[in-house]
């Protein structure tokens, strides 16, 4: 503020000594005048654009208000989780806080994170504001409430309020994890989202996930956590580092990979532990077959986003291989998968896949083997755009940092591929925002999706053949929109904040 | 040095997950291991040829769906998520309708339990794929038994258990009596439907001439034909029981019936065993229905005298318990009746409210189809 003053201070005493260009602040009149009426045909083009957009507005607000939403108001359960048993519903909202929690704290550690990061680097830092993160997200919140007040009964209403107060809780204690402990309490997040499929689906195959999933957080964990007690990730200290490897290892060689083989097998032998205890104990649950509606929508997207992306990334590195079979695999698979419709590859796993296997050997369920086929589709064009990323990267880069003594798997890691997704994220997030509109394919393999919903809620006797579909379809495509705006909305916040475009 | 340390490490962890996998895996390694995998195959292929039927049928004993149902615990069930009365889904997330019914009818017989069903929503393009995948145990969505489905489609038709027919609504102010009063008359019916074919099949054949009006779906139909824009509707009479219902205008539904569409569940070819039991399965609800044994009086029953009945129900006479070896419980009809219901009482719950009568789907002995070989 004190900088404006300043200037429209400077600004006065200017103006008495020289001419002015004229201001060019107009009355509305004036300006409505000079640009929308200036001569004939603009004229023209403004009426009808005028009587356009009333008429839109008009029948919108006309139908908004005159539209019975009753079918809407009683299947609000079924668009939102599908056929999920109604007395397990508690499943459903635990979930939904563990789940909240474990974002919540997931957002906030890494919030401070960064923040820390950018304090030392002396970038300026992003202040935390609640209202900054309402603005973010609006239209999420916004479409939530919407759908909230179709609701007839009070439960829905306190589950939507305390899954936001259990996000705003945890980012609360996200943020004030000391930025050290970022691994850790990333680590905490990735728990609290696997208890809460737990929680959500028993010990179904879900059960085994989460087992998966824990080991291979911690191996994670384990692995940055040693890399970090070696300065091994600051490219400063690579050169140096390896020769403080070299001479400073305080216990032979062979027995450190003993000790870790011992330590994986131990951590082995307690997961099966945990393993055998969690399918002993019967915890009810549901697993993903049973699961529908939104819910179903945006579980697989965000599955088939966060396996995709790896897969994709692991495919373009491949592709760009000086090793024959690595190369041609990738090439094979990438061109393979790319080249063929979604749905053929969707009625594939569903139709074909279970010839293949004897009746009587239990194949995983028609979902699984969806989830399998997205992960591969989206991984094979998220390699085609990684890999434009890849080539957008000086060669100098790669040459710099080889001349600097880092190894081929560094080089990748902490040179090549930071620039190459930075470059690309419009076009990631295009191929996520369109992966999550090809999950309404489900429909044609007898899953009850998103979509799909409001076709079953048409045909119910009391709303069967009265034209309802102009209320239902209308309600899901608002749903699509909320999330795929904010998809977008936020892939554009993280291409300012790293500077796409500019540097 | 540093390569290969890398590599052990590597290999450490690798060999950790192996072990896991391994440990983990032993509860699952015995179902996978002792899979027949010709069991299949060879039962498909077999069909063509009846003397070897009886091999395949003996090789069906003991791997085939009739025991993956029971080990799995489940039934998969293809219906309809979009045919009211038949097939839908309600508001608390529910399969249900006619169709539906006959699913835990078979689940009742089979594992004894009606609820043990797992649906699968199907449209009218992939019911017969999933079938043939065996991705589904069962069809139950009304599908019209024809020899070209029987013949190509690779399914195995089972006892008919409703008999529907192309019929015609009309406005009710309407001067249209019959077929005959359609000169020159626009019809409302659905695009790339058997219905159309139907129609330009019989109209053609008795020369009367008509404007077909072509719909993609019912949701575009149904106002077209409330405002007029054609003067007759024409689909299976049970679908147009159902949307009168809901039109809000006086119609009238005509007694012209012009196609035979026996609806009833469908299983894969090859599986005699399964077909066996999923036939008698659906036949104990007629029978039920003939001898007055409903879910409500099915107590009443058990010390009846009438031997056919006890027979029928599973109960001992002179202290044994006839066998009917189709490879379910001896209970099967007493399970059905009492957690799903006879015939009657499943069309009650399901069709009467859509105001379709019994007529052809009355008992033989009230002068309609439904009549179904003796349980001895």
Known sequence: ???????????????????????????????????????????????????????????????????????????????????????????????????????????????????????????????????????????????????????????????????????????????????????????????????????????????????????????????????????????????????????????????????????????????????????????????????????????????????????????????????????????????????????????????????????????????????????????????????????????????????????????QRLIVLPQALRAVIPALVGQFISLFKDTSLLTIIGLLDFLETSAVANAQPEFLGQGLVAVTYPFVALGYWAFAYTMSKESRRVEERLGVGVR | MNKNRNLLRLLAALLAIVVIAAACGDDSGDAAEPAPTTTAATATEDTTAPAANDMAEEAEEEGGRLAAVVARGELNCGVNATLPGFGNIDADGNNTGFDVDFCRVVAAAVLGDADAVSYTPLDSTQRFPTLQAGEIDVLIRNTTWTASRDGNEQANFMFTTFYDGQGFMVHGDSSIQSVEDMSNASICVLQGTTTLLNLNAVFGDRGIPFTAVEFQSNDELQPAFVAGQCEVWTTDSSGLAAFSATLGIPTRILSDIISKEPLGPVVADGDTEWAQVVNWATMATVQAEEYGITSSNISSFADTEDSNIRRFLGLEIEGEVTEFGLGIPDDFASQIISQVGNYGEIYERNLAPLGLERERNALWTDGGLMYVPPFR
Not at chain 1, 44 to 57: K, P, S
Not at chain 1, 184 to 197: K, P, W
Not at chain 1, 259 to 275: D, E, T, Y
Not at chain 1, 369 to 374: A, D, G, L, P
């Open chain 1, 1 to 411: 503020m004190s900088v404006t003053n300043s200037g429209s201070g400077v600004h006065d005493e200017v103006s008495e000594v020289s001419e002015l260009p004229p201001s060019h602040r107009l009355s509305p009149g004036d300006w409505i005048k000079q640009n929308l009426f200036n001569n004939w045909y603009n004229s023209l083009i403004t009426a009808v654009f005028i009587f356009a957009i009333a008429f839109a507005l008009v029948r919108t607000l006309g139908w908004l208000f005159s539209s019975d939403f009753l079918i809407i108001r009683r299947n609000l359960a079924l668009f939102m989780v599908g056929q999920f048993p109604r007395d397990e519903l508690w499943r459903s909202w635990v979930s939904g806080y563990l789940l909240m929690g474990s974002l919540g704290i997931g957002s906030g550690v890494l919030w401070r994170s960064a923040q820390a990061v950018a304090e030392e680097k002396g970038l300026p830092t992003e202040p935390h504001s609640w209202p900054d993160l309402l603005r973010r997200f609006w239209a999420i919140i916004a479409v939530l409430i919407f759908f909230l007040s179709f609701a007839r009964t009070v439960p829905p209403f306190v589950g939507l309020a305390t899954v936001f107060v259990a996000f705003f809780i945890s980012r609360e204690l996200g943020r004030r994890f000391n930025p050290a402990m970022r691994t850790r309490g990333l680590f905490f997040a990735g728990l609290l989202g696997l208890l809460s499929l737990l929680v959500l689906a028993g010990t179904g195959g879900l059960g085994a996930l989460t087992v998966g999933g824990l080991f291979g957080a911690w191996t994670l964990v384990e692995v940055r956590r040693y890399a970090d007690e070696r300065g091994v990730g600051a490219p400063e200290t690579i050169g140096a580092s390896r020769r403080v490897r070299r001479w400073h290892i305080p216990y032979p060689f062979k027995r450190r990979v003993g000790g870790i083989l011992a330590s994986r097998v131990a951590a082995a032998v307690v997961f099966c532990g945990v393993w055998y205890g969690l399918t002993s104990v019967d915890l009810g649950g549901f697993g993903w077959d049973d699961w529908g509606g939104l819910h179903l929508t945006l579980f697989v997207t965000v599955i088939g986003i966060s396996t995709g992306l790896p897969v994709g990334i692991l495919l373009a590195l491949g592709r760009q291989s000086d090793l024959p079979v690595i190369k041609s695999a990738s090439v094979i698979f990438i061109e393979f998968v790319r080249g063929v419709p979604l749905i053929s590859l969707l009625l594939f796993s569903w139709l074909m896949l279970p010839l293949l296997f004897p009746i009587d050997l239990d194949i995983p369920g028609p979902l699984t083997r969806v989830m399998i086929v997205i992960t591969a589709f989206s991984a094979a064009y998220i390699a085609e755009i990684v890999r434009g990323g890849l080539q957008a990267v000086p060669r100098g880069q790669v040459e710099a940092a080889q001349a600097s003594g880092m190894s081929a798997g560094k080089i």
